[in-house]
Every structure is written in structure tokens, then in C-alpha cells.
């Protein structure tokens, strides 16, 4: 009940103690995050993935387009540690910045639809009505589309790249942020120190930002990291079909499907990149896994 | 039980209007006009016009998706630009391909995700369990055309006892009655295409049920410990029950709810991914065919397919719901 006062005689009185409460709940899931080995693991091969990713340029690597025809489709050496691709370009190097341009539109395409799926869900939780209606009516006819088709469909509607592939993988996962919000709204709304709140006059959309949205976040965050994997295995998938990141960005779907063709002579060049592709989702999905337990108390005790 | 069904229906009306609104306007953004695109490189601005024209491409796109949505409730889907053969009878030819590489591996995941879950939930903790589970994981997260090429690598190109893709070897004669190949052998008794076409199935089908396998172990596992906590499996194990008729005749039951709904959802998630994994395999069904045709600016062939798919999915969630009202006399009252 007090917290609930606190607003509005010194609305600056709530800021210590809300950061402090925040950090010891971030504190706290870290710590249930680390025990548990499946955290461990993701946390390791993600801090691995991403530290490679940032410092590519500085690695002592092969620029990742230089052609040498003459070498090209070598397998593994001391030289090129990965083997070269069908233009001779070193085929490490280009997992490596390949690391960047996934890591990128994973992330961003996740927030994009974060970002979007928050506001919908967040408005129609909070409104209610019509609003909620229209807007859930609008999210099961968006849920009840394939939704690599739907990717494919805007792709194909905007034209392949890899901007427009992260606009497409962000737009499909919108209903599902939408209807997590919604339903984590619907539930926190009921609580009291909600109602406590607007009976004192909080005006909705401080009570929206303030104190239904701080308390609704964890699951979404849970879906967002899990989210990540499955935005990167499509953003690889439009990749592969040719409708994403064009030549010669060193893309993991376009290096596969490239290497597809020489798969007698050199299936290293599939190999590489479909090793990455495939430790990455699983690195995001163990932290997914591991951060679902660590943020519900439920299992936390056990 | 009936009622449950024609309100779902009804429900379903709506968005399925929504759906067909989406992709015609969405299909008329993409950059191209069909017109030109029949006519050729060599047509002048007059012939073009025409053809528009015939085609009535030349109308308000309120006016043509009316007509288009008329001539649909009749069964026509349009021709393709391409080949001007009509779309609907296409769709009906492929289908088979499509609907036997999916129910295959639907088939392959229930038959081993279930008992996997199953074991798993009555040996929780167990190396059984981990092992069970961690195969899980690393199933869910290999995307299927990283899968689909390294088995294409091992199986065809090193080991070569299998084929690449395709649904059928050259050589093979089977007479088409079904459209689906694996009945079509067995009708006829004809074992050797019998023997070619369940080599070509094997691997399409294998890489594409790994995901839903996957998940419908995990639920399996995950639901059956949650209905072994509560009280009347406490009593089951009470009143001296050995455990397997405890979980099969006690739990199951329950336990099999949420997985009837997963299976339900990965069916179509299934015939979503086939774009992707028809693909890889050249497999003649409905999914490469979209993919050529977004690649031909086909869109004839896109809008139908697009809608249809749409409309399979939706389908298949209401046949997930009617099922669960059926198991479950609980959501009924709702």
C-alpha cells in the first residue's frame, strides 16, 4: 500500500526503490540463470558467438569477399581453416561475418515485432472494448497465415534483400507479442495495486507505462530469446530460397545455398555454415529454456 | 457437439474473409504487370492494354477481387500466366505429393515423439529422460534444410543408398491412381515401385518430422507430469494400480489434450514448410510450385495457393478444436 501512495505526494520517491527492487529481480535470475547447465552452456556459446560477430574486423581473418579462383573450392587447411567456397573466398571468414549479419536480424527482427506486438497488446489489454476486438480479430487473421509463407509473400512484395527480409520476419511475429501482452496485461490489470493506483487518479496511461508494463515484461522476454533462433532460422531460410541477402554478403541461407550446388566436390561449404546456423539456435533456445525457469518463481523453488 | 462446430464456423468466416482481402491486395503490390508479363518483350503498348483489358485487369481492385471471389466460390482459381493451365486442376495434382510427404512425417513423429515423451515423464530425471530431452533440443533447433542437406550428403552422396529427391525414379512405371504413390503401389501390386518410392520418401519425411517430433515429446513429457501430480493418479497408485495401467489408463487420458493440439498446429506448420523443404528435395507438390511461381511473378498461382494454404490452416485448427470439445466434455461449457 505504500508504494502504491508513494507517486503521488513525491512522485521521485518511487525511482530508488523500484531500481533497487528491478536490479535484485535482474540479480536474481542471472544467479537462477548460471545454476542451471542448460543456461550455462547458451550463456557461453552466445558470449562466443557475439564476441566473435563484434570483433571480426580485428580477428586476423581473410577478407571474407576476396576471390582466388585459382584456390577455390579447397578443403580444409591450415590456411583456410574451413576450406574455400566456389570463388576461392575463405570460407571461416565468411561464417564469422556471417555471425554479424544473423546475430543483427535475429535481434532486430525480434524487436521489431516486440516493439509492435507491445503496443497492440498493451492497447488493446488496456482499452479494452472495440479496440481490443478489432485489433485481436486483426492479430488471429495474421495468426492464421503460414507464417513463412507470409514472409515470403513480403519478400516477394517488397523485394529480396536483407532489409526487407528483416521487415518480413519482424512483421509475422507481431500476434504472437500482441496476444502475450494482452493476456499479461489482462491478468496484472486485475491486481490491486492496479486498482489501488487508478483509485488514487494515476492517469491510464502512467498506470500503462509505469506499472502494468514493468510487471507484464518477463514473459516476453522469455518469448523474445527464444524468438531470436526461430527470426534467424528464417531470415536463413528466405536466405537459402534466394530472397534474402543477396551475393556476395556472406549470409549462412545464401552460403548454403550456393554450397548446395558443389555438394560432391566440396560439402565443407555447407557444413560450416549449416554448424552455425544450427549452434546459434541452439545457444538462443538453451537461454530461452533456462531463462523461462529462472523468471518463474514456480520453478525456481524446486 | 454440432452447435460447437457451426458457431466455430461461423467464427471462422470472418477471418477467412480477411485472409482472402490480405493476400488479393497484398498479391497486386508486388512489382510487375501481369499483362506485360504475357505479352512478351516484344509487345506494343496497344496489345498490352488489351490484354489487360481481357483479363480485367483494367478495373477498380475492389471490382476485381469481387469477381475473383465469385469465380473462387465456384471452384476456378484462374490460369496460370505461364502455362495457362488452370490453377485448380494443377492444385488437385499436386496435392497428393504434398499431403503424403506431410502425413509421412506426421506419422514418424507421433509414432516416436509420444512414447519418448512417455518415457520420459515416467523415468523423469533419468539418463533416459536428459537423453530424451537433449535430442529434443537439438531437434527443435536444427533448421530443416540444414538437416535436409547434410542427410542429402550422407545418404545419397557418401553412403548412396538413397536418392536425392524426387518422389520417383525414371524408371519406374507406376500407374497414377490416387496421385499418392505409396497406395497407388500397393493397389497395383506393384512392390518394386513400392520399394522406390519409400526410398524417396524416407528422407524428405525424416528431416521434416524432426521439429514437430520434437515438440510433441516435450509436451508429451511435460503434460504427463502435470497430470501425475494430481490426486486421482495418487489414488490410481493407491489402490495398488501397476504403473503402466496407471499412466495408460489414468493419465494418458489427460495427459493427451495439449498434445492433440500441438499435433494439430504442426500439421500446419507442416504444410507451410513445405515451400522450403519441397524445395530441397524437388518434391513435385504444392510448395515448390509456389516458389517457382513467386520467382516467374506467377501471381495467379501465388494468390491461389497463398489463400488456399491460408485456408487449410485455419481449417486445421478448428479440427483440433472440435477434437479437443470431443475428448474434453469440460470446454464444452465455456
Known amino acids: 500500500m505504500i508504494k502504491s501512495v508513494g507517486p503521488i505526494s513525491t512522485p521521485v520517491s518511487l525511482a530508488p526503490s523500484e531500481t533497487r527492487r528491478e536490479s535484485s529481480l535482474v540479480r536474481d535470475t542471472w544467479h537462477a540463470l548460471l545454476k542451471s547447465p542448460s543456461g550455462r552452456v547458451g ?17 586476423p581473418l581473410q577478407d571474407p569477399l576476396a576471390q582466388d579462383i585459382a584456390g577455390r573450392l579447397m578443403p580444409p587447411s591450415a590456411r583456410h581453416w574451413f576450406g574455400t567456397d566456389e570463388l576461392g573466398r575463405d570460407i571461416l571468414s565468411r561464417v564469422i561475418y556471417g555471425a554479424r549479419i544473423s546475430l543483427t536480424v535475429g535481434i532486430v527482427a525480434v524487436l521489431i515485432s516486440m ?5 497492440v497488446g498493451l492497447i488493446a489489454g488496456t482499452k479494452g472494448g472495440v479496440f481490443d476486438r478489432v485489433l485481436m480479430r486483426l492479430m488471429d487473421i495474421m495468426m492464421g497465415f503460414p507464417s513463412m509463407l507470409l514472409a515470403i509473400a513480403i519478400v516477394a512484395v517488397r523485394g529480396p534483400g536483407l532489409f526487407n527480409t528483416l521487415l518480413a ?3 509475422i511475429r507481431v500476434p504472437i507479442y ?10 496484472v490489470r486485475q491486481l490491486e495495486y492496479v486498482t489501488a493506483a487508478q483509485s488514487i487518479g494515476v492517469p491510464s496511461r502512467r498506470i500503462m507505462l509505469r506499472h502494468i508494463l514493468p510487471n507484464s515484461i518477463s514473459p516476453i522476454i522469455v518469448q523474445g530469446t527464444m524468438g531470436i533462433g526461430t527470426a534467424i532460422v528464417e531470415a536463413a531460410a528466405l536466405g537459402f530460397l534466394g530472397l534474402g541477402a543477396q551475393p556476395p554478403e556472406p549470409e549462412w541461407g545464401a552460403m ?18 549449416g554448424a552455425a546456423i544450427f549452434l546459434t539456435v541452439l545457444a538462443f533456445n538453451l537461454l530461452g529454456d533456462a531463462l523461462r525457469d529462472a523468471v518463474d518463481p514456480r520453478s525456481r523453488h524446486n | 457437439m454440432l452447435k460447437f462446430i457451426i458457431g466455430r464456423l461461423i467464427e471462422m468466416v470472418p477471418v477467412l474473409i480477411g485472409i482472402s482481402i490480405l493476400v488479393f491486395f497484398f498479391i497486386h503490390l508486388i512489382p510487375g504487370d501481369p499483362a506485360a508479363i504475357i505479352a512478351g518483350d516484344f509487345a506494343t503498348p496497344e496489345s498490352i492494354a488489351d490484354i489487360r483489358s481481357n483479363l480485367g485487369l483494367d478495373e477498380p481492385l475492389p471490382v476485381q477481387y469481387f469477381r475473383y471471389m465469385g469465380r473462387l466460390l465456384r471452384g476456378d482459381m484462374g490460369r496460370s500466366i505461364h502455362t495457362s493451365n488452370p490453377i485448380a ?6 496435392l497428393p505429393a504434398s499431403i503424403e510427404l506431410a502425413v509421412s512425417a506426421m506419422l514418424i513423429a507421433i509414432l516416436i515423439g509420444i512414447p519418448a515423451g512417455i518415457v520420459s515423464a515416467m523415468r523423469r530425471s533419468s539418463i533416459l529422460d536428459t537423453l530424451t530431452m537433449t535430442g529434443a533440443l537439438i531437434g527443435v533447433s536444427v533448421p530443416i534444410y540444414v538437416l535436409g542437406l547434410v542427410a542429402v550428403w550422407f545418404f545419397a552422396v557418401q553412403l548412396r543408398i538413397l536418392p536425392p529427391g524426387s518422389r520417383i525414379g525414371p524408371d519406374i512405371e ?5 496421385g499418392f504413390f505409396v497406395l497407388d503401389s500397393i493397389l497395383t501390386r506393384n512392390w518394386n515401385a513400392l520399394v522406390d518410392v519409400l526410398k524417396h520418401l524416407v528422407i524428405p519425411a525424416v528431416v521434416l518430422c524432426t521439429v514437430p517430433m520434437a515438440i510433441i515429446a516435450r509436451i508429451t513429457r511435460s503434460s504427463l507430469l502435470e497430470v501425475f501430480s494430481q490426486d486421482y493418479v495418487r ?3 493407491g489402490k495398488g494400480l501397476s504403473e503402466t495401467r496407471v499412466v495408460i489408463r489414468h493419465a494418458l487420458k489427460n495427459g493427451m489434450l495439449p498434445v492433440i493440439t500441438i499435433i494439430g498446429l504442426q500439421f500446419g506448420v507442416i504444410l507451410s514448410g513445405a515451400v522450403l523443404t519441397e524445395t530441397i528435395f524437388s518434391w513435385p507438390g504444392i510448395g515448390r510450385w509456389v516458389y517457382e511461381a513467386i520467382q516467374k511473378r506467377d501471381y495467379p498461382i501465388v494468390q491461389g495457393m497463398t489463400l488456399f494454404i491460408g485456408f487449410v490452416f485455419v481449417m486445421s485448427s478448428l479440427i483440433v478444436d472440435a477434437f479437443y470439445t470431443w475428448l474434453d466434455p469440460r470446454v464444452r461449457y465455456d
Do not use: H, K, M
Open chain 1, 43 to 59: 550463456v557461453l556459446l552466445l558470449v562466443i558467438f557475439i564476441l566473435l560477430a563484434v570483433f571480426a574486423p580485428i580477428l
Open chain 1, 115 to 119: 516493439v509492435l506486438g507491445g503496443i
Open chain 2, 235 to 237: 489414488t490410481a497408485r
Open chain 1, 256 to 273: 548454403l545455398s550456393s554450397g548446395y550446388i558443389y555438394i560432391l566436390r566440396a560439402p565443407w561449404a555447407l557444413f560450416a555454415p
Open chain 2, 89 to 94: 486442376q494443377e492444385l488437385l495434382q499436386r
Open chain 1, 169 to 171: 520476419i519482424g512483421v
Open chain 2, 174 to 178: 507406376l500407374q497414377n491412381i490416387t
Open chain 1, 178 to 187: 500482441a496476444r502475450l501482452t494482452r493476456s499479461t496485461v489482462l491478468s
